[in-house]
């Protein structure tokens, strides 16, 4: 990767490439070039200044993906306000959080959630009010007059955008980023993929995620792609949708996406794909095995997080610009051993907001404590599972993941979960989840041959005490497999 000036404007960066007629999006009602992105952007950020909307003030961005959403993120960027990207399908105490934690002063709301609350009633609720509020249409119109304005002179490490972490332990942080992560992410993490200028990317994940704001968004506008957005969470019928009308040549998804895509029989035309990534999850061998039979092309897996913005491990091997370590519990690199990994690279966000402790202990002068677990053996890194989510079982750490992809290799096993629950001694037991294929014949027997598998593939000890066959299992909008809510969640299926 070049190096980056000291003085560097990720927007104004994307738009000095003058790409003219080309598009730059799609979404579900239109399509708008590069030049006229840049136009909307300018007009947009124009909008703020005339407003009294300051550099690194920030705006809170509530809106299902298009290209309105675009233009607002670019317009922000570029007259140094900081855009802040929330769910807006989030719980109302979720969007409460949102507004307390950035203490915005102007909001960008719009939900297509059924019986969502108004921006009005959530503000209701809370203790920080805006100076402005807009919905889709008030955007729109900012953006009819156009305008010449130039981009403020931002510092590569100012801040650019901030996201919030899926909280897949219950805990929501925002995470800020600077201008320098996004150009690290797409002359990183989109020139080693393979993102070209004549893609057109078709990504699943939405834009207030970190994999999705860099499949979907950074990546393809720094390789001068064409990308394509959906206001609605993804469906494997939306995306069949896409896959006949835009014949998309790279997808980007998760490994659950994947396996939707796979189980959901429809007659899709893949072969205009030349590219597929997935991050989030690892990807199991049946996973890859079934996608590569039915579309004709390999997954390429990624490993990163919101506080790294895009994979940094591709295939087992650091992203170019990065280093990694794995360390043990008293802070020794390690190698053939289970431990923790740290990551140093120009894509580190700069700290958790208003987050001091966390932040010292994430973020420890250049590197990043990840809170995975990892083995590194000579250059390869292998995925063992989430510090958060490792179990203790009779002195010996498990990984719910290394016994979720055995599982997953029984052929009626659409999903699995695996997670701890206490004995009446308050020891740890493995308890797994199950999602089966129900369109095929299930076996009496089932639990105790997925059992014997696991007993057959790995440590006796890694065998799950509990197999509860559940109709689905606890997911955040990304599709991430929520591992803490498991045992409530089948709870309540039980009742």
């Not at 955008?161 to 805990?171: A, D, K, P």
């Not at 095995?289 to 990163?304: H, S």
Request: proline residues 3%; negative net charge; glycine residues 8%.
């Amino acid at each position: 990767m070049t190096s980056i000036p000291d003085r560097f404007n990720f927007a104004k960066y994307i738009f000095e490439k003058k790409l003219g007629n080309k598009i730059a999006i799609v979404d579900d009602v239109d399509s708008i070039t590069y030049q006229d992105l840049e136009f909307r952007s300018k007009s947009f950020a124009k909008y703020l200044h005339d407003t009294g909307i300051m550099r690194e003030d920030r705006m809170l961005i509530l809106m299902p993906d298009s290209i309105e959403t675009v233009v607002a993120l670019l317009g922000c960027i570029l007259s140094g306000v900081v855009p802040v990207l929330g769910n807006p399908w989030a719980t109302d105490k979720t969007i409460g959080h949102y507004i307390e934690a950035s203490a915005a002063k102007i909001i960008l709301f719009e939900s297509n959630r059924a019986g969502a609350k108004s921006i009005t009633e959530h503000l209701a609720e809370t203790n920080h009010q805006p100076r402005f509020i807009l919905d889709k249409k008030q955007l729109n119109q900012t953006l009819l007059l156009g305008s010449n304005y130039e981009a403020v002179t931002t510092l590569r490490d100012a801040e650019a955008f901030w996201l919030f972490t899926s909280g897949s332990t219950g805990e929501t942080k925002s995470v800020v980023h600077s201008h320098q992560s996004m150009i690290a992410v797409g002359a990183g993490w989109g020139a080693q993929a393979g993102y070209d200028a004549h893609d057109r990317v078709f990504a699943t994940s939405k834009l207030f995620f970190s994999w999705g704001i860099s499949s979907t968004l950074i990546s393809p506008l720094t390789a001068g792609a064409t990308t394509i957005l959906h206001g609605k969470l993804h469906t494997p019928s939306s995306a069949e949708e896409i896959f006949k009308t835009y014949k998309p040549t790279l997808f980007a998804s998760v490994p659950s996406f994947y396996v939707a895509l796979i189980n959901s029989q429809l007659p899709i035309d893949y072969t205009s794909l030349r590219l597929c990534v997935s991050a989030g999850e690892a990807i199991t061998s049946t996973v890859q095995n079934n996608w590569q039979a039915a579309a004709g092309q390999p997954i390429i897996d990624g490993y990163g997080s919101t506080e790294l913005l895009a994979p940094v491990i591709v295939t087992g091997k650091l992203v170019k610009g990065f280093e990694g370590q794995v360390k043990d519990a008293d802070g020794n690199n390690i190698e053939d051993q289970v431990g923790e990994l740290y990551i140093k690279g120009p894509s580190m966000a700069l700290r958790y907001q208003n987050e001091t402790e966390k932040s010292q202990t994430t973020f420890i002068g250049q590197w990043c404590k990840t809170g995975d677990k990892f083995i590194k053996t000579g250059e390869v890194f292998q995925f063992v599972g989430r510090s958060k989510d490792m179990l203790k079982v009779n002195a010996n750490w498990v990984s719910p993941v290394e016994v979720e992809n055995v599982l997953m290799s029984h052929e009626l096993v659409l999903e699995a979960g695996v997670s701890g629950i206490e004995d009446a001694n308050g020891m740890t037991e493995i308890v797994a989840y199950v999602v089966l294929d129900t369109d095929k014949t299930i076996p009496d027997n089932i639990e105790h041959q997925l059992k014997s598998l696991v007993k057959n593939r790995l440590d006796y000890f890694k065998c799950p005490r509990f197999i509860r066959i559940s109709s689905r299992l606890p997911k955040n909008t990304n599709g991430k497999i929520q591992r803490y809510l498991l045992n409530e969640s089948y709870d309540k299926q039980s009742d």
